[in-house]
């Protein structure tokens, strides 16, 4: 990559790689910045947008060596900065289930999960019950409030052991 020049190509940069040779691949190169340039995107997301959009697998290839060469697509920060923007209002159950539908396997969630600074989901609990509830404290609900308040954490995806120490201590 040689020199960028935000006014004329977008905040891409001009010349391109030698290896990039046919029109298609220096297309999808500029395609996959232009979206990495939007926002952050796992490796399957890219993929797919690309391959979606026509480009050849063996194209499409190429160019995420390319920009994975460059960190610009990198599924471990991707899972630790949402852990980081959305642990506090999501489940790790539901958290998963999110990336999972971005193309980040379970087993590699719970892995970035393990060594990540991650607080837990207490915070994220106790958060959500304190806007649910308005003000009130726990015991001043009615075993049916309680009720409903546990039936939707549940659905949430916490566990009933993190949502009966939230409601026990609370």
Same mark, same amino acid.
């Given at each position: ?18 290896? $990039? @040779? ?18 952050? *995107?796992?490796?399957? #997301? ?5 391959? &979606? ?6 194209? +499409? ?6 920009? =994975?060469?460059?960190? %610009?697509?990198?599924?471990?920060? %991707?899972?630790?900065? /949402? ?7 999501? &489940?790790? *159950? #539901?958290?998963? @289930? ?9 087993? $590699?969630? %719970?892995? +970035?999960?393990? &060594? ?17 509830? =308005? ?10 409030? =309680? ?7 549940? *659905?949430?995806? /916490?566990? $009933?052991?993190?949502? *009966?120490?939230? $409601? &026990?201590?609370?």
């Amino acid at each position: 990559m040689k020199e960028w020049n935000d006014k004329n190509s977008g905040g891409l940069p001009q010349g391109m790689p030698p290896e $990039f @040779q046919t029109t298609e691949e220096k297309k999808g190169l500029t395609r996959a910045l232009k979206l990495l340039l939007v926002k952050d *995107r796992t490796q399957w #997301e890219l993929t797919d947008q690309l391959l &979606s959009e026509g480009y050849a697998q063996s194209d +499409v290839q190429k160019i995420l060596e390319y920009v =994975k060469s460059f960190g %610009y697509i990198n599924d471990r920060r %991707y899972v630790d900065l /949402y852990l980081i923007s959305h642990g506090d209002r999501y &489940s790790i *159950r #539901e958290m998963q @289930q999110k990336l999972r539908s971005r193309g980040i396997s379970k087993d $590699f969630f %719970y892995e +970035v999960l393990e &060594s990540s600074d991650y607080e837990g989901e207490e915070p994220a609990l106790k958060k959500i019950l304190a806007k649910r509830l =308005k003000g009130r404290s726990v015991e001043e609900l009615t075993y049916e409030e =309680k009720q409903k308040h546990m039936a939707y954490f549940a *659905r949430k995806g /916490y566990s $009933f052991e993190k949502i *009966r120490e939230i $409601f &026990s201590f609370s």
